[in-house]
């Protein structure tokens, strides 16, 4: 070989090389699309090929094998949507006795005259169980008798940020495991071409506030348990595609590369297992194959997207909806969508339509399209945000509105052995506090984490010392009574 020949080969050999640990770097490096989701994926599908899940888990036999969370955030209103107050419409624009407020925390109406508001909107019963649902909800008053609705939630935070980061780790610190990484954690994935742990988001409403990716974060767990973000409009994952002029051939070629220097390296270097799942890029092309085809929509019938109300690709809480029961089908455990829109300090009575308008058809869809297809029996589905509103006007802008409420509010179950058509806990006569059966968001992880098998008490991770769990130091209650 001439001078000229070897130079040529050499500069081919270190663009290759190069090339591939760009590529390399990136996937274990970046934080977030193909890179997290691809590396997630594979390592979960490692360890969980032989044993899955923890040692021991789960403690009994599941009723649910997945989640559905309908993540209403904001903080809808419970006085415009499943809790009737009659007496709120007889003291419409009265003082709000002091005896409810005395030296309790309020957000923005700190400091400013309290009347009581009324609903904004009519209720009826509905379903042989007679739920209370508003106006604004036409498609979720067909699922009176499938839905548990509870009426006595209540949080510890009244600003967003941190009561999104409260209802999602069980705590207000920031850096602690979401639920959907605590579950899957404990039970391992069941999908080999997907993440454990999927979320998507939709806008449209009112203020729609920040969502932090803390709030589907692994905290101190193996980052590979972290909630992934979908698009769903454009490519659903970052990087998923090819970037343009690369073609399959040559990303074959590239895996090629990568294997052969990852072996030469672990001749030298300690650190198979990491090494080697980095290396293994042939769940990555899995995901190219896969996830592109999951978003595909053009094999679904016409009569489920109009159930759905839906336009393929459209980036709306109807498409996510959909979404989330063909991600349910192929095993993604813990699936989370946030619709942003519902913190309505004033206007409630516009943005609340704009909201349902939004949600609530394809809510009902979600529903009926699990039952149809029976899974609706081992899929548990939650609705509801990070706090509720208050029973005070806020009236700052001159169409009424409601402020931050922490202190009782309303989310329903549905799925998995939940008693429907069960009105579970109830709010004072002016939706103050809890009057009966009071539900704290620690019951709620407790509960649900009974669901997959798991006793809330005895799942436990060591950090930092300590004896950390979902549910936290104080104590938590798994509702027994709304499960069948």
Same mark, same amino acid.
């Given at each position: 070989?001439?001078?000229?020949?070897?130079?040529?080969?050499?500069?081919?050999?270190?663009?290759?090389?190069?090339?591939?640990?760009?590529?390399?770097?990136?996937?274990?490096?970046?934080?977030?699309?193909?890179?997290?989701?691809?590396?997630?994926?594979?390592?979960?599908? $490692?360890?969980?090929?032989?044993?899955?899940?923890?040692?021991?888990?789960?403690?009994?036999?599941?009723?649910?094998?997945?989640?559905?969370?309908?993540?209403?955030?904001?903080?809808?209103?419970?006085?415009?949507?499943?809790?009737?107050?009659?007496?709120?419409?007889?003291?419409?624009?009265?003082?709000?006795?002091?005896?409810?407020?005395?030296?309790?925390?309020?957000?923005?109406?700190?400091?400013?005259?309290?009347?009581?508001?009324?609903? !904004?909107?009519?209720?009826?019963?509905?379903?042989?169980?007679?739920?209370?649902?508003?106006?604004?909800?036409?498609?979720?008053?067909?699922?009176?008798?499938?839905?548990?609705?509870?009426?006595?939630?209540?949080?510890?935070?009244?600003?967003?940020?941190?009561?999104?980061?409260?209802?999602?780790?069980?705590?207000?610190?920031?850096?602690?495991?979401?639920?959907?990484?605590?579950?899957?954690?404990?039970?391992?994935? %069941?999908?080999?071409?997907?993440?454990?742990?999927?979320?998507?988001?939709?806008?449209?409403?009112?203020?729609?506030?920040?969502?932090?990716?803390?709030?589907?974060?692994?905290?101190?767990?193996?980052?590979?348990?972290?909630?992934?973000?979908f698009n769903s409009a454009g490519d659903p994952v970052h990087y998923i595609s090819n970037p343009p002029g690369v073609t399959n051939a040559q990303q074959r070629r590239l895996v090629d590369a990568v294997n052969a220097l990852d072996r030469r390296r672990n001749?030298? @270097?300690?650190?198979?297992?990491?090494?080697?799942?980095?290396?293994?890029? %042939?769940?990555?092309?899995?995901?190219?194959?896969?996830?592109?085809?999951?978003?595909?929509?053009?094999?679904?019938?016409?009569?489920?997207?109009?159930?759905?109300g839906c336009k393929p690709g459209d980036g709306s809480f109807a498409s996510n909806c959909l979404l989330a029961r063909k991600l349910a089908e192929r095993g993604v455990r813990f699936i989370q969508l946030y619709h942003r829109g519902w913190d309505h300090h004033d206007g409630i009575e516009k943005y609340m339509d704009?909201?349902?308008?939004?949600?609530?058809?394809?809510?009902? +869809?979600?529903?009926?399209?699990? /039952?149809?297809?029976? !899974?609706? $029996?081992?899929?548990?589905?939650?609705?509801?945000?990070?706090?509720?509103?208050?029973?005070?006007?806020?009236?700052?802008?001159?169409?009424?509105?409601?402020?931050?409420? !922490?202190?009782?509010?309303?989310?329903?179950? +549905?799925?998995?052995?939940?008693?429907?058509?069960?009105?579970?806990?109830?709010?004072?006569?002016?939706?103050?506090?809890?009057?009966?059966?009071? @539900?704290?968001?620690?019951?709620?992880?407790?509960?649900?984490?009974?669901?997959?098998?798991?006793?809330?008490?005895?799942?436990?991770?060591?950090?930092?010392?300590?004896?950390? /769990?979902?549910?936290?130091?104080?104590?938590?209650?798994?509702? /027994?009574?709304?499960?069948?």
């Open positions: 070989m001439s001078n000229h020949q070897h130079c040529e080969s050499r500069e081919r050999t270190m663009s290759l090389f190069n090339s591939a640990l760009a590529r390399r770097q990136f996937l274990s490096t970046t934080g977030v699309g193909f890179g997290a989701a691809a590396l997630s994926s594979l390592i979960a599908r $490692d360890s969980q090929a032989h044993a899955p899940g923890r040692s021991g888990l789960p403690h009994f036999p599941a009723t649910i094998k997945r989640v559905i969370y309908l993540y209403m955030s904001g903080g809808p209103s419970q006085f415009e949507s499943f809790d009737y107050k009659p007496e709120m419409e007889r003291l419409d624009g009265q003082p709000m006795p002091e005896s409810f407020t005395k030296g309790q925390p309020i957000a923005q109406l700190q400091g400013k005259e309290l009347k009581v508001q009324g609903p !904004m909107t009519k209720f009826k019963q509905y379903g042989e169980s007679g739920q209370w649902v508003s106006d604004f909800f036409p498609w979720q008053q067909k699922l009176a008798d499938d839905i548990c609705v509870i009426r006595s939630m209540h949080t510890d935070q009244i600003n967003h940020d941190p009561a999104n980061t409260f209802i999602n780790t069980g705590t207000a610190i920031s850096g602690r495991p979401s639920m959907g990484a605590w579950i899957n954690y404990g039970l391992g994935s %069941e999908c080999e071409d997907l993440p454990g742990f999927v979320v998507m988001t939709s806008v449209g409403g009112r203020n729609p506030q920040p969502i932090a990716a803390r709030q589907w974060d692994a905290g101190f767990l193996p980052s590979r348990f972290s909630g992934v973000e001749e030298t @270097v300690t650190n198979p297992e990491l090494e080697t799942r980095i290396a293994n890029y %042939e769940t990555a092309f899995r995901m190219q194959a896969s996830v592109p085809e999951l978003m595909d929509m053009s094999g679904e019938p016409q009569h489920i997207l109009d159930m759905y704009i909201c349902c308008r939004l949600t609530d058809q394809p809510t009902y +869809a979600l529903i009926h399209d699990l /039952k149809q297809r029976g !899974m609706l $029996d081992d899929t548990l589905v939650i609705w509801g945000g990070e706090f509720g509103r208050t029973p005070m006007s806020q009236t700052s802008k001159g169409a009424p509105g409601r402020d931050h409420h !922490m202190r009782c509010f309303t989310s329903w179950m +549905a799925g998995g052995g939940i008693k429907g058509g069960l009105s579970y806990g109830q709010s004072d006569i002016l939706g103050y506090f809890p009057a009966e059966n009071p @539900v704290h968001v620690r019951d709620m992880h407790a509960t649900m984490l009974h669901m997959f098998g798991i006793d809330h008490e005895r799942f436990t991770i060591k950090h930092q010392g300590l004896d950390l /769990k979902l549910t936290g130091v104080e104590k938590a209650h798994v509702l /027994k009574d709304i499960m069948a």
